[in-house]
C-alpha cells in the first residue's frame, strides 16, 4: 500500500534566488500551464509570501495564450504583478512566438525599454538585467 499523499506530489516548487539586492521567485518549467489569472495570482500570492521583488516564470510553464497578446493573458499577469510591486521575468526562449506574431514582438521590445516586465534567455541573463552580475 503506498501511503504517499498524491496532492503533495502535485505541489509546485518554487526556488527563491538572491540575485544581487533582489529576491527571485522562480516558477519552474515543470507543472501545470499557467492559462488563467487564477494561476497568475495564485503565484504572485506565492511570490509576496517569499518576500521575492521578481516573480520569474519559465517561459514553456506559460499556456499558448499568453503569448497570443488578444487574449489578455500576458497583459492581465503584467498587471497583477506591478499592481503587487513586482517586476515579471519570463525565462526561457520565445523565438517561435515572436515569429508568429508582430504584436508580440512590438510588446516584448517596449518592455525592454522598462524595468518592470523582462524576457530574458536564462538565469544569467536575467541576473545581468537585475545588476546582479
Same mark, same amino acid.
Given at each position: 500500500?503506498?501511503? @504517499?499523499?498524491?496532492?503533495?506530489?502535485?505541489?509546485?516548487?518554487?526556488?527563491?534566488?538572491p540575485?544581487?539586492?533582489?529576491?527571485?521567485?522562480?516558477?519552474?518549467?515543470?507543472?501545470?500551464?499557467?492559462?488563467? =489569472? &487564477?494561476?497568475?495570482?495564485?503565484?504572485?500570492?506565492?511570490?509576496?509570501?517569499?518576500?521575492?521583488?521578481?516573480?520569474?516564470?519559465? @517561459?514553456?510553464?506559460?499556456?499558448?495564450?499568453?503569448?497570443?497578446? =488578444?487574449?489578455?493573458?500576458?497583459?492581465?499577469?503584467?498587471?497583477k504583478? =506591478?499592481?503587487? &510591486?513586482? &517586476?515579471?521575468?519570463?525565462?526561457?526562449?520565445?523565438? @517561435?512566438?515572436?515569429?508568429?506574431?508582430?504584436?508580440?514582438?512590438?510588446?516584448? &521590445?517596449?518592455?525592454?525599454?522598462?524595468?518592470?516586465?523582462?524576457?530574458?534567455a536564462?538565469?544569467?541573463?536575467? =541576473?545581468?538585467?537585475l545588476?546582479?552580475?
Amino acid at each position: 500500500m503506498n501511503d @504517499a499523499n498524491p496532492a503533495a506530489d502535485d505541489a509546485p516548487v518554487f526556488t527563491v534566488l538572491p540575485l544581487g539586492n533582489e529576491r527571485v521567485l522562480l516558477c519552474p518549467a515543470d507543472g501545470a500551464p499557467i492559462a488563467d =489569472a &487564477r494561476a497568475a495570482t495564485d503565484l504572485i500570492g506565492e511570490a509576496s509570501f517569499a518576500g521575492a521583488t521578481v516573480l520569474a516564470i519559465a @517561459a514553456q510553464r506559460l499556456d499558448a495564450s499568453f503569448f497570443r497578446l =488578444a487574449s489578455g493573458l500576458a497583459g492581465e499577469i503584467a498587471q497583477k504583478a =506591478a499592481n503587487y &510591486r513586482l &517586476r515579471l521575468a519570463v525565462v526561457g526562449d520565445i523565438q @517561435a512566438q515572436l515569429q508568429r506574431s508582430s504584436a508580440l514582438r512590438d510588446w516584448v &521590445r517596449e518592455c525592454g525599454e522598462g524595468r518592470t516586465v523582462l524576457f530574458v534567455a536564462d538565469l544569467d541573463e536575467l =541576473a545581468r538585467r537585475l545588476g546582479a552580475g
